[in-house]
């Protein structure tokens, strides 16, 4: 690929603009990835096909450093990637925990060793990633985790349970918190990985109320972990575990459920309530929500779009990702509480012929997003890191 600079976007959006033409596969046209699915169904060759293409192209990662495979470009030409993958109904099919989460982490905290094994395979999108943090007794205090890691010298055998693991049913690793000295709360923990199919390791999915099941429960008995594959530090986790909460959270803020299947409000509200003579809705109130939530939406993604450069600039992102992640799920909330109320009854449809596959997916997008104010850190423990880290506010007495 060319070398674009900075004044020659203009040349790079004609390039991307052409490949994406070339390579997108017309027949997913407007079919992004859920996140929340009730089946996990294999993927057609399209879908492989786009894939592999955008995955040797490294624009799933269009900002990771080129040398493990991913794009090396800059947030700029990132965004064009993204407005011309949006112009066409394409989507992004390179993401999930690795992407969002471990990628970034590991980018910075990992070995050489570690990055060369670990990266490229989450930039052709070839394994998938699921995190070991939650326990029964280990929630908003995560620090207080028990899940144990025994030193036997070139490995560490690993026993306990994790709850909440999104997506262990599918992934191949296992990115996970355990405990390597009993005698210290936050300095006694380590970030380990694991392969998913290590002797010892048993998932059993939670159904949800959406009717699917992303989340687990993981139970790790004698299970044989690399001492080469601890991230940082030995008792040194916790810090690498701040970090990638923190690139959770700012993943996490637009990820709220938006139903609708990615169309804007207005026109979802001109196809089901209709228009009046001039082309605006009738009903005055919904019409100011709509376009409420439409400006909030335009404003947060102007906000989310400066915080990553920001922290670009900062060396990682920092503890405004909490207000982002705060204000991005309850807009992407209200989006599809608006989004129900606009399909009437046919947004209210749980299975059958009567409804469309968008209207199904809006009310199993609706119930889904309730949990985005929950998991990734819930709402008042954000709100207590904005009051502390942010506000500087005291703790109450």
């Not at 210290?184 to 923990?189: M, R, S």
């Not at 004698?222 to 601890?230: G, M």
């Not at 989310?304 to 450069?309: F, G, P, T, V």
Request: proline letters at 5%; one cysteine or more.
């Amino acid at each position: 690929m060319a070398d674009f600079g900075g004044s020659d976007l203009d040349a790079f959006r004609t390039e991307a603009r052409d490949w994406i033409e070339a390579n997108f596969p017309k027949s997913l046209k407007g079919k992004g990835s859920m996140m929340m699915r009730e089946e996990r169904s294999e993927p057609t060759p399209d879908m492989d096909a786009w894939r592999k293409a955008m995955g040797e192209k490294g624009w799933g990662v269009p900002t990771w450093p080129a040398q493990y495979g991913g794009g090396g470009l800059t947030p700029a030409h990132a965004r064009i990637i993204q407005q011309e993958l949006g112009r066409v109904g394409a989507y992004n099919p390179i993401g999930g925990m690795g992407v969002m989460m471990f990628g970034p982490t590991l980018l910075e905290y990992g070995t050489e060793a570690q990055k060369q094994q670990h990266i490229p395979p989450i930039v052709k999108g070839e394994l998938q990633w699921c995190q070991g943090f939650s326990e029964p007794g280990a929630g908003s205090d995560l620090a207080s985790l028990q899940t144990r890691a025994e030193d036997k010298g070139d490995h560490y055998i690993v026993n306990g349970q994790k709850i909440w693991t999104s997506g262990a049913q599918w992934a191949q690793w296992c990115f996970c918190l355990v405990r390597t000295d009993t005698t210290k709360k936050h300095e006694g923990i380590s970030f380990v990985l694991f392969p998913m199919d290590t002797p010892g390791v048993e998932v059993r999915p939670i159904p949800l109320i959406a009717g699917n099941s992303p989340f687990c429960e993981t139970f790790l008995t004698d299970v044989r972990v690399e001492k080469d594959q601890v991230v940082g530090p030995v008792n040194g986790g916790w810090t690498v575990a701040k970090r990638l909460l923190q690139h959770e959270r700012s993943g996490l803020s637009g990820a709220g459920g938006g139903g609708g299947g990615g169309r804007s409000l207005v026109k979802l509200a001109k196809d089901y309530v209709g228009a009046d003579e001039s082309g605006r809705l009738s009903d005055s109130d919904l019409r100011t929500r709509v376009i409420m939530n439409e400006i909030d939406g335009r404003a947060f993604q102007l906000t989310a779009m400066r915080a990553m450069a920001e922290s670009k600039a900062n060396s990682g992102p920092s503890a405004a990702t909490s207000i982002m992640k705060n204000a991005g799920t309850r807009w992407m909330q209200d989006r599809a509480e608006l989004t129900i109320e606009l399909m009437g009854h046919q947004g209210l449809g749980w299975e059958g012929d009567d409804f469309t596959a968008e209207e199904l997916g809006a009310v199993r997008s609706w119930l889904g997003g309730k949990a985005t104010t929950i998991y990734g850190g819930s709402q008042e423990v954000q709100n207590n890191i904005i009051s502390k880290r942010i506000l500087g506010l005291p703790d109450p007495k």
